[in-house]
């Protein structure tokens, strides 16, 4: 019964480790760029979660009322002022440059929160569980798990039902007949880049709900995401949720196996799979 | 028309290629007219120096971004840890045995992240740096996760008295950075290196000529691996204390190097060793402002790489068309014949 209930808790864990990944698979999906600050990121929205509530004395779900919408902003915003500036055949100038952006962020937030581990309260929520069978299962893992489904199929449905992914899909599939055909390429990157940034925000919230975290927790979390992505197969958001859940089951059962293990487990999964199904799982564009 | 010829000498490089015999010579007697303190500050140039040239051999050259070069630093500390510790190999011997095994170990991790493109393969560097640092911090008999120091025995072992081991921690850094900076030189004038310029500069291009690009890749990768181990080594023999998150640091071994590259001029061979200058003269001055520096040097490097993306060197090599170092080809002699 250990081993069943190891791996309902990675599936769930996988959730979250979805929307780590969610945000990386739909700006490499709609304009190829791989985005090494997206751990910190993730961070920052945490600590945007932890000053929303502390000065406003919201609990951090009614905080992702403001910070969904703040990432959003600073990720278009972000998009149009700097990374727009990258975009093109050569793949260095986007990598070094988010890379640039990863130390600076996780160096502001060291002087602005000091290095010091801290957490979102959410309160009794964090601990309710219900009693399926003899498991128990987090109220919260569940929320996170149901959010990261909505939010996938959310995306899916607007790849292939409105205007917007439309346009997302034009620009993925030629840059420039899109701009011809009356897009501007720069808003539309911004809008991705927005939106990847929002779901970002959604993950940071949870990631602060779940465990304590600090100004490096960055990198952890942009791997954790990259491989989900790389195991799903790059550009199929479904494939990227079954990718957060073998890599959440992968750890869970290695932490089971000796603690030590739980990351390492994960990781060796990766590659193995990497090993024998380079382009993942189930691919649908190529890298 | 009998006068003109190609030649990649200019009357500057070999004006500095003789001026690097007494700078070299200098350096050498450095024991004898450098503080302590300087000669340890010289020996981390050193070393960082050659851990530029080899990320910029990678990311500049053979078109391989890694962010996880800190895998091979960290492999060799443990590396000669485990080997003068564990093994009880004689130093002198286990730092060519290290090297050569980080080779042996690079070549599968090739196999197996060159399966990823671009900017994946940088991040898949990261989760094999990563792999090696949790393996790492479970061997006990390393320390496990807080690490180890390097017995006092072997350390005494190899010199007579504290002046000698500085010394001799010294000319182990320089020469790794002259073997390193020689070897990419040298490299790049051969015919692997001709063909790893073309990668470079044309990927499609070069395949359609017949270069195994894969081949090439693959030589680059093992051999950088092999050498970064190296440097690995003696970057730990200097701090004489290892732990995983210290040997594995990503800022450290690969963030800093980053910028030191794309600071100095990626793609060339002086903006690694000019970056390098930069980087330590602005660490020298700006180091009290703690993290404000890194945030500077951050933004340093996202300006370079969007206003001149060929930094400092590119930036003088294209004002002035010069090279320090005989690389590209050049006809002289076109004013005469005509």
């Given at each position: 019964?250990?081993?069943?209930?190891?791996?309902?808790?990675?599936?769930?864990?996988g959730?979250?480790?979805?929307?780590?990944?969610?945000?990386?698979?739909?700006?490499?999906?709609?304009?190829?760029?791989?985005?090494?600050?997206?751990?910190?990121?993730?961070?920052?929205?945490?600590?945007?979660?932890?000053?929303?509530?502390?000065?406003?004395?919201?609990?951090?779900?009614?905080?992702?009322?403001?910070?969904?919408?703040?990432?959003?902003?600073?990720?278009?915003?972000?998009?149009?002022?700097?990374?727009?500036?990258?975009?093109?055949?050569?793949?260095?100038?986007?990598?070094?440059?988010?890379?640039?952006?990863?130390?600076?962020?996780?160096?502001?937030?060291?002087?602005?929160?000091?290095?010091?581990?801290?957490?979102l309260q959410?309160?009794?929520?964090?601990?309710?569980?219900v009693?399926?069978?003899?498991?128990?299962?987090?109220?919260?893992?569940?929320?996170?798990?149901?959010?990261?489904?909505?939010?996938?199929?959310?995306l899916?449905?607007?790849?292939?039902?409105?205007?917007?992914?439309?346009?997302?899909?034009?620009?993925?599939d030629?840059?420039?007949?899109?701009?011809?055909?009356?897009?501007?390429?720069?808003?539309v990157?911004?809008?991705?880049?927005?939106?990847?940034?929002?779901?970002?925000?959604?993950?940071?919230?949870?990631?602060?709900?779940?465990?304590s975290?600090?100004?490096?927790?960055?990198?952890?979390?942009?791997?954790?995401?990259?491989?989900?992505?790389?195991?799903?197969?790059?550009?199929?958001?479904?494939?990227?949720?079954?990718?957060?859940?073998?890599?959440?089951?992968?750890?869970?059962?290695?932490?089971?196996?000796?603690?030590?293990?739980?990351?390492?487990?994960?990781?060796?999964?990766?590659?193995?799979?990497?090993?024998?199904?380079?382009?993942?799982?189930?691919?649908?564009?190529?890298? | 028309?009998?006068?003109?010829?190609?030649?990649?000498?200019?009357?500057?490089?070999?004006?500095?290629?003789?001026?690097?015999?007494?700078?070299?010579?200098?350096?050498?007697?450095?024991?004898?007219?450098?503080?302590?303190?300087?000669?340890?500050?010289?020996?981390?140039?050193?070393?960082?120096m050659?851990?530029?040239?080899?990320?910029?051999?990678?990311?500049?050259?053979?078109?391989?971004?890694?962010?996880?070069?800190?895998?091979?630093?960290?492999?060799?500390?443990?590396?000669?840890?485990?080997?003068?510790?564990?093994?009880?190999?004689?130093?002198?011997?286990?730092?060519?045995?290290?090297?050569?095994?980080?080779?042996?170990?690079?070549?599968?991790?090739?196999?197996?992240?060159?399966?990823?493109?671009?900017?994946?393969?940088?991040?898949?560097?990261?989760?094999?740096?990563?792999?090696?640092?949790?393996?790492?911090?479970?061997?006990?008999?390393?320390?496990?996760?807080?690490?180890?120091?390097?017995?006092?025995?072997?350390?005494?072992?190899?010199?007579?008295?504290?002046?000698?081991?500085?010394a001799?921690?010294?000319?182990?850094?320089?020469?790794?950075?002259?073997?390193?900076?020689?070897?990419?030189?040298?490299?790049?004038?051969?015919?692997?290196?001709?063909?790893?310029t073309?990668?470079?500069?044309?990927?499609?291009?070069?395949?359609?000529?017949?270069?195994?690009?894969?081949?090439?890749?693959?030589?680059?990768?093992?051999?950088?691996?092999?050498?970064?181990?190296?440097?690995?080594?003696?970057?730990?023999?200097?701090?004489?204390?290892?732990?995983?998150?210290?040997?594995?640091?990503?800022?450290?071994?690969?963030?800093?190097?980053?910028?030191?590259?794309?600071?100095?001029?990626?793609?060339t061979?002086?903006g690694?060793?000019?970056?390098?200058?930069?980087?330590?003269?602005?660490?020298?001055?700006?180091?009290?402002?703690?993290?404000?520096?890194?945030?500077?040097?951050g933004?340093?490097?996202?300006?370079?790489?969007?206003?001149?993306?060929?930094?400092?060197?590119?930036?003088?090599?294209?004002?002035?068309?010069?090279?320090?170092?005989?690389?590209?080809?050049r006809?002289?002699?076109?004013?005469?014949?005509?």
């Amino acid at each position: 019964m250990d081993w069943v209930n190891a791996v309902v808790q990675g599936v769930l864990l996988g959730g979250l480790y979805a929307l780590f990944a969610a945000g990386l698979s739909l700006i490499f999906g709609v304009m190829r760029l791989v985005n090494i600050a997206h751990g910190d990121l993730i961070v920052l929205s945490a600590y945007l979660a932890l000053t929303v509530t502390t000065a406003l004395g919201l609990s951090p779900l009614m905080a992702l009322m403001i910070v969904v919408p703040g990432m959003g902003l600073i990720g278009y915003l972000l998009q149009r002022a700097i990374l727009n500036r990258t975009m093109g055949e050569d793949l260095l100038p986007p990598l070094l440059v988010t890379f640039g952006l990863s130390v600076i962020i996780q160096n502001a937030l060291l002087m602005g929160y000091t290095a010091d581990p801290q957490n979102l309260q959410a309160g009794d929520i964090e601990i309710a569980s219900v009693e399926v069978g003899s498991i128990a299962l987090g109220v919260m893992p569940l929320i996170v798990f149901a959010t990261a489904v909505v939010v996938i199929a959310a995306l899916q449905w607007m790849f292939y039902h409105t205007a917007l992914g439309r346009a997302f899909r034009a620009t993925s599939d030629n840059q420039d007949i899109a701009q011809l055909m009356g897009l501007n390429r720069a808003h539309v990157f911004g809008l991705a880049m927005g939106l990847s940034l929002a779901v970002t925000a959604l993950a940071g919230v949870f990631l602060g709900i779940r465990t304590s975290f600090d100004p490096a927790a960055g990198s952890a979390r942009l791997i954790f995401g990259f491989e989900a992505v790389i195991i799903g197969g790059l550009g199929n958001l479904w494939g990227t949720l079954a990718g957060g859940v073998i890599l959440g089951v992968a750890q869970t059962l290695g932490a089971k196996i000796n603690p030590g293990y739980q990351i390492l487990a994960g990781h060796i999964v990766f590659l193995v799979i990497l090993a024998i199904r380079p382009r993942g799982l189930f691919p649908r564009i190529d890298g | 028309m009998s006068q003109m010829h190609v030649t990649r000498r200019t009357r500057l490089s070999t004006a500095v290629l003789i001026l690097l015999v007494p700078i070299l010579i200098l350096l050498i007697a450095a024991p004898w007219w450098a503080g302590r303190a300087d000669l340890r500050l010289m020996g981390e140039i050193a070393l960082y120096m050659s851990l530029a040239t080899l990320w910029n051999l990678l990311a500049g050259y053979a078109g391989l971004v890694s962010v996880g070069q800190q895998a091979y630093v960290g492999l060799g500390g443990y590396l000669f840890f485990a080997l003068t510790m564990l093994a009880g190999i004689d130093p002198y011997v286990a730092l060519p045995l290290a090297a050569l095994a980080g080779a042996v170990i690079a070549a599968p991790v090739a196999v197996l992240i060159f399966r990823l493109r671009g900017a994946y393969f940088a991040i898949g560097t990261w989760v094999m740096a990563e792999v090696f640092r949790l393996t790492f911090a479970q061997v006990s008999s390393l320390g496990g996760g807080s690490g180890t120091s390097l017995s006092a025995s072997i350390v005494r072992g190899m010199a007579d008295g504290r002046s000698a081991r500085e010394a001799m921690a010294w000319w182990l850094a320089l020469g790794v950075a002259v073997l390193v900076i020689g070897s990419v030189v040298l490299f790049l004038r051969s015919r692997q290196g001709v063909a790893l310029t073309a990668i470079r500069d044309n990927e499609v291009a070069a395949r359609s000529l017949g270069i195994d690009i894969w081949r090439t890749k693959f030589i680059v990768y093992v051999v950088t691996g092999g050498l970064t181990t190296l440097v690995g080594c003696l970057i730990f023999l200097q701090k004489l204390r290892i732990s995983p998150d210290a040997a594995f640091s990503v800022n450290d071994w690969t963030a800093f190097v980053i910028f030191i590259v794309v600071i100095g001029g990626i793609g060339t061979i002086e903006g690694p060793i000019i970056g390098t200058l930069v980087f330590f003269a602005l660490r020298e001055t700006m180091a009290d402002l703690g993290t404000l520096y890194l945030i500077a040097l951050g933004l340093v490097a996202i300006v370079i790489m969007l206003k001149a993306p060929r930094g400092l060197w590119g930036f003088f090599r294209d004002r002035y068309n010069i090279e320090i170092f005989p690389l590209s080809r050049r006809v002289t002699g076109l004013n005469k014949g005509a």
